[in-house]
């Protein structure tokens, strides 16, 4: 079936630690996966994105694994600060080839407390 | 250079209407994808359109349905609206013709039905 699991639900950490967020998806055919940020009241915008023939990207403060095998992928955010306090969500592209459709997960509500 | 646009941006319906929601796109983009958006969750993928065509639908009813128009610009039609229907209503832009590249969210439509 086409599912994205996305996990934990609510995320609260101190600034300054890091926070994890794990996903995972169904269709082995997947072969992008992004991750978006929406704060209150906002549009998603695209944070970072990893295509599958890469394990890993970093972007600043901000990185994306990806195992295949495991069909999961997680979203790093080191040296938290109180602006990344948003919900974010995984994605992942069902289909393969002309791919068509991104099925998003559920959301992670992060709160930074300073 | 102006973002998605959507109009409009709050409607409230009655149960058994139909509604029409109306998207322009970034300049240049060339596709456009649609999702609703429940409070508390993912945005669930409803269509997308490459060119005019229909190149990707989500798991909806047919009372969903939606085209895009010669200039890119697309609408999204439910009809025989249900209490379930109500939701953010989100639209994306994108260049690339799949799923596989930043989509560019309008606001959204916030359709309520009583």
């Known amino acids: 079936g086409e599912n994205v699991e996305q996990h934990p639900s609510t995320l609260s950490v101190q600034e300054g630690d890091s926070a994890v967020i794990k996903c995972t998806y169904s269709?082995?055919?997947?072969?992008?996966f992004p991750w978006y940020k929406q704060e209150l009241g906002k549009r998603p915008q695209l944070i970072i994105d990893?295509?599958?023939?890469?394990g890993e990207k970093k972007d600043q403060r901000i990185a994306v694994t990806l195992n295949k095998t495991a069909k999961h992928f997680s979203l790093h955010i080191t040296e938290t600060q109180p602006e990344d306090s948003a919900v974010y969500f995984c994605?992942?592209?069902?289909?393969?080839?002309?791919?068509?459709?991104?099925?998003f997960g559920t959301g992670t509500l992060l709160a930074v407390q300073p | 250079d102006a973002g998605v646009t959507q109009s409009p941006t709050h409607l409230i319906k009655t149960r058994g209407q139909h509604v029409t929601l109306r998207c322009s796109p970034i300049?240049?983009?060339?596709?456009v994808s649609w999702y609703q958006q429940v409070l508390g969750q993912g945005p669930q993928f409803i269509f997308q359109?490459?060119?005019?065509?229909?190149?990707g639908r989500g798991n909806f009813p047919d009372r969903f349905s939606a085209r895009q128009f010669p200039n890119y610009s697309s609408e999204l039609n439910v009809n025989a609206l249900l209490l379930g229907d109500s939701a953010l209503y989100l639209c994306?832009?994108?260049?690339?013709?799949?799923?596989?590249?930043?989509?560019?969210f309008g606001e959204g439509s916030r359709l309520t039905v009583l």
């Open positions: 994306a832009s994108s260049l690339a013709q799949g799923v596989t590249g930043e989509l560019f």
């Open positions: 269709d082995s055919a997947s072969n992008y």
């Open positions: 990893i295509r599958s023939n890469v």
């Open positions: 994605a992942a592209s069902i289909g393969g080839g002309a791919t068509n459709k991104l099925i």
């Open positions: 300049s240049g983009h060339k596709s």
């Open positions: 359109y490459y060119e005019k065509e229909e190149r």
